[in-house]
């Protein structure tokens, strides 16, 4: 019984922690509102986490293990047909969209990038798996399809776009940038733009004459 009071009490400033950094950054998260958040103790909250930056490595480590488990789960590593770049891009999305510990590690990755924990790089190689499978398996364009003098997308640049637009994800669903108006994105109609400007981006340039 005080092994499971224990390990209650470790979630419950866990989920504290994330929810405090995704709100406030690191430089606005105290262990007093952790505290407060949580329902608990100091002397608790010390007991099991000696410092803010301890905080924040679990957090990160706890984002760590769901981000990647739910992209095992995409990537076939589990069982299941491998899927594409998209599919990560809204698996990703979605835990952004869900799990407080998600967005504080991302957030977290932003104002401390010498930090252990990189968020992205949870998922950066399963990102380049998939696009390894998706150039081998597509048809290679051909040479008058591209721009005159422009040469089509190599993997690095897909990388970095992909990259972008999962962040760019978190910026609309917070409202930083908005999408059609003032309020905040719809978080399906955020992952849906996404997936369609992915779709088109790497299906390269339109054949001359196809319609834009």
Known sequence: MKQE???HTHRTLLHAAATEFDRHGYAGTSLARVSQTAGVTMGALTF????????????RAHAAALTRTAVARASGTDGRPAAGVV?????????LDEEPSVRAAARLTWEQPESPG?????????????????RTSAPAPAAEDADAGEPGLDSADLEALAHC????????????VPLGGGDPAARTEVRRRLGRLWRRAAAGPPAPGAHR
């Not at 599919?87 to 835990?95: F, N, W, Y």
């Not at 990189?118 to 998706?134: F, I, K, Q």
């Open 87 to 95: 599919e990560l891009i809204d698996t990703l999305t979605r835990l």
């Open 165 to 176: 637009l999962v962040v760019g994800s978190e910026a609309l669903r917070r409202g930083i």
């Open 48 to 59: 099991h986490f000696p410092s803010k930056a301890a905080l924040a490595d679990a957090v």
């Open 118 to 134: 990189n968020w992205h790089a949870d998922w950066s190689p399963d990102l380049r798996d998939r696009l390894a499978r998706e």
């Open 5 to 7: 009071r224990a390990q």
